[in-house]
């Protein structure tokens, strides 16, 4: 199945593959999105190809896989596309044989491919400690920093909003260490180059066959555009909070929620 819809600029572009941010597009908090699961599985149908991509950084593909077939997607692993899992792909790429994790939650399930270790590992990797966050347990990280590993942070948001309020996240943690050891991490998350790379290079398809959809400005649709990639925003989830100024270029496409895709694509083909 091949499309072409006509950008913004009245470009026209051939979509061949999808990247699918998840949260925000296929589900709401724990609310399933209506009419996704149904859009789903027409791209299913229609044999196109596509990766959920998504920056969670508490979730291993493995949990995440079920929490999303309990809500009715039929998906395999290797269609899931995740920060620990880009991270894992960006290190083996690099050669990288010994690291160290900084995270919680099963995303350590994401590196079983390397010796993790506290004795000089060659990589830091660093994602959501939350809770678990103690100054014993952040000083060890920064000694070894000290002591040459280099820093892979799976994000650098500043904060989130949980049900109690609003809560520091992983990139205040990443910020501290930076200012501390002077030295920079490299952010693997969307909306970061080397993310979308590994992303394509698993689809398997050139950036500029791709269309990212996703309900984050900065993340899923400036990120996806700077990668390459035609940008469909949907109105759900985050979309309301931060919607395009007037004057912007992006997103090429904007749709109420991810149920309108199939239509979409039946106009355009
Ligand atoms: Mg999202």
Redesign the pocket.
């Known amino acids: 199945m091949s499309t072409n819809p006509q950008s913004r600029t009245g470009k026209s572009v051939e979509i061949r593959g999808f990247l699918i941010?998840?949260?925000?597009?296929l589900y709401i908090e724990k609310q399933v999105v209506r009419g996704a699961v149904e859009a789903i599985e027409y791209l299913q149908k229609k044999e196109v190809p596509f990766l959920l991509v998504?920056n969670t950084t508490r979730r291993s593909r493995f949990s995440l896989l079920n929490n999303l077939k309990r809500m009715g997607y039929k998906i395999d692993r290797n269609q899931l596309f995740t920060a620990p899992y880009a991270a894992a792909c960006w290190l083996k790429e690099k050669n990288i044989k010994s690291i160290n994790l900084f995270m919680r939650g099963d995303t350590y399930r994401e590196f079983s491919d390397f010796r993790i270790t506290t004795n000089k590992p060659e990589y830091m990797v660093i994602g959501d400690i939350g809770e678990d966050l103690t100054y014993n347990n952040l000083n060890q990280v920064f000694r070894q920093v000290m002591n040459g590993a280099k820093m892979l942070a799976l994000q650098k948001n500043r904060f989130w909003k949980r049900n109690t309020g609003l809560s520091l996240d992983a990139g205040a943690i990443v910020a501290a260490l930076e200012y501390a050891t002077e030295k920079e991490a490299t952010i693997i998350g969307k909306p970061s180059k080397e993310f979308f790379e590994q992303a394509l290079k698993q689809l398997d398809l050139p950036a500029e066959n791709v269309a990212i959809i996703?309900?984050?400005m900065e993340?899923?649709i400036t990120g996806g555009a700077a990668a390459g990639m035609y940008t469909i925003a949907v109105e759900t989830?985050?979309f309301p909070e931060m919607r395009p100024r007037r004057n912007s270029k992006l997103p090429h496409h904007i749709m109420p929620s991810i149920a309108a895709l199939p239509a979409w694509l039946e106009s355009i083909s």
């Open positions: 941010d998840i949260d925000g597009v998504t996703g309900d984050d993340s899923d989830g985050k």
